[in-house]
């Protein structure tokens, strides 16, 4: 294949996967456009491009991302991909601007980089700085018969033509009439389910205030009145933003003394009363000097392993064939940790570690056999305190009850010191390290599920059923300092907590908004403001989307449907697409060959699509899943410019 010598393709979004499929567009044209060819590229977004919705320089420093400097990349490296005309990782960047910082960086700005630390978690406003910084690069870089243009305007429709061309509408009026379309649309807007509508139309009836899921830095936190009590709903990472702009986004401080870290409250805080299924927030990072800890290895859930199945024509289950591996990983390197760090919890060491690894050696596929093997292996060397009890890590409170919010307080106090605790130890903690063995399990089923790997049952009911909550409470959670500062703020009488399964309603006499745990005795904790810390649902039938609503309703597009284990048609979140590369399923089945999908809207066939990009570390492997997202970029520039895919792929696992 060569490339045509007229092409004109739109990127509709251009936060950081749209500026992704940019740069990869310009890359492979540097590398293979013939004399005299021209390529232009409308860029769509209503936000500046390079950082686009969410990841904007201008909000607030307090808001920060959930990986380490060293961590992401909007440009491929090592990869054997065709080479960038600009920019680099978000490392090296960092690392550019602390020596030559450029013109347009703002006080605020430069004063972060000045300290900022390759193991540091950046703000997203200067992670933000970065992607724009590298959209101006590319810009500066465009190689001959390259034009752009920036429209800062929302797509309301693409229109297909007879030719096979789109009509992409505008809300400025105007309409591109491009060869081909990348949706690269990013966190969307979404209708409220039938539960959050009741509440918005309680706070609009009794003159309550009710903040529905949004991207945090879209809220206006001003109308949470201070000292005043305010239910706050998920404690997720969006927790931990709401919380931030509630405290120290008030003036509030956080100090050192002797006892750890104290809060030192401004007297414009509200009162926060903290609700979630678990009762407790994530668990927090472990301090390690990469993504992934250096003394987990996986030996049970590994390529080798996992290639069997597709040998043995197998698609596998996720309960039933990928689970009981990645499980063993975890006990395994919960137990050699222990021996390690704590060897007084474990008896006879060298017979505890050849029973361990006979009774996890996968040698028989019947759940029952191994795990009671492993069982009597424990009960025989193990101390009763010491032992794992992985799906509790995820539900502390599970099966405990309390007399009053002051002692639930109490436990959720200890529970996050305890945390804090175990995430200093880092390698030396054998519970953060087998959270450390899902976390790279994670990477490596992400590339196994991917595009049908596991079947519809298995991804209904086990992969987002159960495990997807699991991991993300144990392995997605934030800095350990965030966990540190919400016990400062709970010692300090500025946040308290709802309990387990909570009961969220409406007090029509009072009213007020109530939240209650059937665990927690003392009544209902009631507040006049109540705040969904939710992400908007990332679902694409309910997306609030000119554009998604449009192509849903002239079949161009369709939502996957998968079939669960009674043989019932769910509706998935993402759209129905055929890979390599992605493009969406019309309503009638055909594959609209010049419209491509990249990113959330991904999430029928992708597992975990909003983590940016993995950038080549100095020590560990980078995943193939880590990088997926460059590849996906890749691909499509390469589909657009009319190239044969490039021979560079990803392993299986």
Not at 92 to 109: G, I, M, N, V
Not at 231 to 252: A, C, H, I, K, S
Not at 524 to 531: D, G, I, K, P, Q
Not at 599 to 608: E, F, R, V, Y
């Amino acid at each position: 294949m060569v490339i045509l010598q007229s092409i004109r393709t739109a990127l509709i979004g251009a936060g950081p996967r749209g500026t992704s499929v940019l740069e990869r567009l310009l890359a492979n044209w540097s590398a293979a456009a013939p004399a005299g060819a021209r390529l232009h590229i409308d860029v769509i977004d209503p936000f500046p491009a390079g950082p686009g919705h969410v990841w904007q320089p201008g909000q607030s420093r307090l808001y920060l991302m959930n990986t380490q400097s060293f961590y992401p990349t909007l440009v491929p490296e090592d990869t054997g991909l065709a080479a960038p005309v600009a920019g680099t990782t978000f490392d090296r960047w960092r690392t550019a601007q602390q020596h030559s910082p450029l013109p347009e960086l703002s006080d605020d700005e430069r004063a972060e980089l000045a300290v900022l630390g390759s193991g540091d978690f950046p703000s997203r406003a200067i992670y933000g700085r970065y992607l724009r910084s590298t959209f101006e690069e590319l810009l500066a870089a465009l190689p001959d018969g390259v034009t752009i243009e920036v429209h800062q305007a929302t797509a309301t429709a693409a229109r297909r033509q007879p030719d096979g061309r789109f009509d992409v509408e505008l809300d400025d009026g105007a309409t591109l009439t491009v060869d081909s379309v990348v949706l690269a649309l990013g966190h969307l807007a979404s209708r409220l389910s039938p539960e959050q509508r009741e509440l918005q139309a309680a706070a609009a009836q009794f003159g309550l205030r009710y903040l529905p899921p949004a991207v945090p830095a879209d809220v206006d936190w001003s109308v949470v009145p201070a000292q005043e009590p305010v239910l706050v709903r998920g404690m997720g990472l969006n927790f931990f933003d709401v919380m931030g702009q509630l405290t120290e986004g008030r003036g509030g401080k956080f100090v050192e003394s002797g006892d750890g870290l104290e809060y030192l409250p401004s007297g414009q805080e509200p009162v926060i009363f903290a609700a979630s299924r678990r009762g407790t927030p994530y668990r927090s990072k472990a301090n390690l000097a990469g993504y992934y800890p250096e003394s987990v290895t996986l030996r049970y859930f590994t390529g080798k392993a996992i290639r069997r199945f597709a040998a043995a024509g197998i698609v596998p289950a996720f309960d039933l064939d990928l689970w009981p591996l990645l499980h063993r990983d975890a006990l395994w390197t919960y137990y050699t940790t222990l021996v390690r760090s704590q060897p007084e919890a474990v008896q006879d060491h060298d017979a505890f570690r050849k029973d361990l690894d006979e009774a996890l050696h996968p040698h028989a596929h019947s759940t029952g056999r191994w795990e009671g093997d492993f069982n009597a292996v424990v009960g025989r060397h193990v101390r009763p305190g010491s032992r794992l009890d992985l799906r509790g890590l995820a539900a502390p409170l599970s099966g405990r009850s309390f007399g009053s919010r002051a002692e639930l307080d109490a436990a959720v106090v200890d529970y996050l010191d305890d945390d804090a605790r175990r995430s200093a130890l880092g390698e030396d903690d054998p519970v953060k390290m087998a959270i450390g063995a899902l976390h790279r399990g994670r990477a490596v089923l992400k590339t196994v599920v991917a595009d049908g790997g596991i079947t519809d049952e298995s991804w209904v009911a086990g992969l987002r059923g159960w495990f997807e909550s699991l991991v993300e409470g144990l392995a997605s959670g934030p800095p350990a300092l965030r966990a540190e500062q919400l016990a400062a703020l709970a010692r300090a009488g500025i946040v308290s907590f709802v309990g387990p399964d909570p009961k969220f309603g409406v007090d029509r006499g009072k009213r007020a908004f109530t939240a209650a745990s059937p665990w927690v005795r003392g009544g209902a904790a009631e507040a006049r403001t109540l705040v969904e810390a939710l992400a908007p649902s990332n679902r694409v039938a309910l997306n609030e989307s000119p554009l998604l609503e449009q192509l849903l309703a002239d079949g161009i597009v369709r939502p996957r449907t998968m079939m669960t284990v009674e043989g019932t048609p769910v509706q998935s979140s993402g759209l129905d697409v055929r890979a390599h590369p992605y493009r969406p399923v019309a309503a009638n089945g055909e594959v609209n060959d010049r419209l491509y999908v990249l990113g959330l809207q991904l999430s029928a066939s992708q597992w975990g699509t909003a983590i940016a990009a993995e950038a080549v570390q100095n020590s560990g492997p980078v995943y193939p899943s880590g990088q997926r997202t460059l590849r996906d970029a890749d691909e499509i520039a390469r589909a657009i410019l009319g190239l044969t895919p490039n021979p560079s792929s990803p392993p299986a696992a």
